[in-house]
């Protein structure tokens, strides 16, 4: 393996595990203050560059295989995504019995969206009296219809509702 490829190898694989430890730590508590970057002894380098390598040398040949590299970066996804859950399992257990209460699994349901009705009324109350009635509704969706029936045949076919922007 060329130095080139090698430093390649090594660098991905400190970036990519540094990043999975730094998300990892930020799932299980707050970040704290950024620390003052310290400088780095190239021979201190080498060795966790060395180390990030042998975790993903899973033969240990000496030659990251794509299988190995496809591997290890599905270990890594796992292993996140575990901690993920753990974090916020912890959230939402409250009391700490180990346990999620309904109450407490309850959280995880997002508020329901703002509503909307504004955008509506702008586009379909076509005399602005803050109410849209079934002739404003029907104009309003008429016109799109109009404009989607490409070939004004009456039908609005599945190419033109794709050429118009609609997968169906």
Not at 127 to 148: C, G, K
């Amino acid at each position: 393996m060329s130095r080139t490829t090698w430093v390649t190898i090594a660098l991905f694989g400190a970036m990519s595990a540094g990043t999975a430890h730094s998300q990892q730590k930020a799932a299980v508590a707050p970040a704290p203050a950024p620390a003052v970057q310290q400088p780095i002894a190239r021979a201190q380098f080498i060795r966790e560059m060395d180390t990030e390598f042998n975790k993903i040398d899973a033969d240990k040949n000496r030659q990251l295989s794509r299988i190995e590299i496809d591997q290890f970066q599905k270990l890594q996804a796992i292993a996140q995504a575990q901690s993920r859950n753990r974090s916020l399992f912890a959230q939402l257990d409250a009391d700490r019995n180990g346990q999620l209460s309904q109450a407490e699994f309850a959280k995880l349901t997002p508020p329901p969206p703002t509503a909307g009705a504004q955008q509506m009324l702008t586009r379909m109350d076509s005399n602005r009296d803050n109410q849209v009635s079934q002739i404003e509704y029907r104009a309003s969706t008429l016109v799109n219809f109009d404009r989607l029936d490409a070939d004004k045949d009456g039908y609005v076919s599945p190419a033109e509702m794709k050429a118009g922007g609609i997968g169906r």
